[in-house]
């Protein structure tokens, strides 16, 4: 598994993006992925998830209702439409996978064996 995060940028407050995680190893359909975000000086954190299955997705309270998570298993690719952004957005995105998350787990960066290289977002206000 390769995993390839494009889609950063810098935007203005207000603004969106969308982020890309692309699998340019084995196909994605049956991995779970998530992105996590790591702002500067902070902890890593976790932002949204699709589990492998595409049954369920999971969202940090904190983007909820502002970023969207969804897959295209015919590209393996995972798209993090990101809407509304904010200062508090500015962070290097990661996306992560892996085909044997559960469902509990999702939300935790351990459960994640394979790991993009980041995209870095900044939001300016």
């Known amino acids: 598994v390769q995993l390839q995060a494009s889609g950063g940028g810098s935007v203005q407050a207000g603004g969106s993006l969308r982020l890309s995680c692309a699998n340019s190893?084995?196909?994605?359909?049956?991995?779970?992925v998530a992105w996590f975000r790591q702002a500067p000086g902070m902890d890593r954190e976790f932002v949204a998830a699709i589990h492998r299955t595409g049954s369920g997705i999971y969202y940090a309270d904190s983007v909820k209702g502002r970023f969207a998570l969804s897959r295209d298993n015919a590209r393996n690719t995972v798209y993090l439409q990101m809407n509304s952004l904010g200062p508090m957005d500015t962070a290097v995105y990661y996306c992560?996978?892996?085909?044997?998350?559960?469902?509990?787990?999702?939300?935790?960066?351990?459960?994640?064996?394979?790991w993009g290289q980041g995209t870095e977002v900044t939001v300016s206000s």
């Open positions: 190893g084995r196909t994605f359909r049956s991995y779970a």
């Open positions: 992560a996978a892996d085909p044997s998350v559960i469902s509990s787990s999702m939300r935790t960066q351990s459960a994640y064996r394979y």
